[in-house]
């Protein structure tokens, strides 16, 4: 089944503790993207990967960092999280941005405390 | 001003109701216009996608584009409690894509 797969589904952690989201696609899609989910604003969009070694930062980057290694993985990682990036994190691929929709995974709940 | 612009809701209609749920833009350069549905606890998954103005129409469901006023549309039909769930509208051109916030939609049974 194609599938863009995240995890953990849910994740609670405390301030300054490092943390990393792990996302997966099995369509063999080049473009991977991060977005956050927040009420009322919507998803934003924190990072993006064209291809391998390709990444970009999106609309809200800081405080995020991200690798695409291989082609079908693509990590979100928090060096330092705090309670402003508490919130529902979505990975996305496709097979190339602006000309295809996205496919999302089933989101990660972070809370920061 | 947002980029897009969506009304949240909730909007709460009885089954078999023709829903109608929008979107305005201000980036006159958007080319691909789509809906995504989410249900609680899930991703979004692709409902429609469209390219330029124009109508187009997937069983019970129409989607609208007016790029002349920056504004989306899409219709339900005869809608099912089955369609509640919250619609995001998003465009994009190159590498650029915006989402709207969501309008959370419910069909009473």
């Known amino acids: 089944e194609a599938q863009v797969t995240q995890n953990p589904r849910y994740l609670i952690t405390v301030t300054g503790k490092k943390l990393t989201v792990t996302c997966s696609q099995n369509m063999n899609h080049e473009y991977m993207s991060w977005y956050r989910q927040d009420p009322g604003l919507g998803l934003r969009q924190i990072y993006y990967s064209m291809n391998v070694e390709v990444t970009d930062k999106g609309d809200v980057p800081e405080g995020y960092k991200v690798s695409r290694k291989e082609k079908r993985n693509f990590p979100l990682i928090l060096e330092s999280p705090s309670p402003n990036q508490t919130s529902l994190y979505f990975c996305?691929?496709?097979?190339?941005?602006?000309?295809?929709?996205?496919?999302f995974g089933n989101g990660t709940r972070l809370t920061v405390t | 001003q947002k980029e897009v612009e969506q009304d949240p809701g909730p909007l709460s209609v009885p089954e078999g109701a023709i829903v109608s749920l929008n979107c305005t833009y201000s980036?006159?350069?958007?080319?691909?216009f789509m809906w995504y549905r989410q249900y609680s606890r899930k991703g979004p998954e692709l409902l429609m996608y469209t390219y330029s103005s124009g109508n187009k129409e997937d069983g019970r469901f129409t989607a609208q584009v007016d790029k002349s006023s920056k504004y989306i549309s899409l219709f339900i039909r005869d809608s099912q409690p089955s369609d509640s769930a919250t619609y995001l509208c998003a465009m994009s051109v190159g590498t650029e894509m915006r989402f709207g916030a969501g309008t959370r939609l419910t069909v009473k049974p």
């Open positions: 996305a691929s496709s097979p190339g941005i602006g000309t295809s929709p996205l496919h």
């Open positions: 980036n006159s350069a958007f080319q691909y």
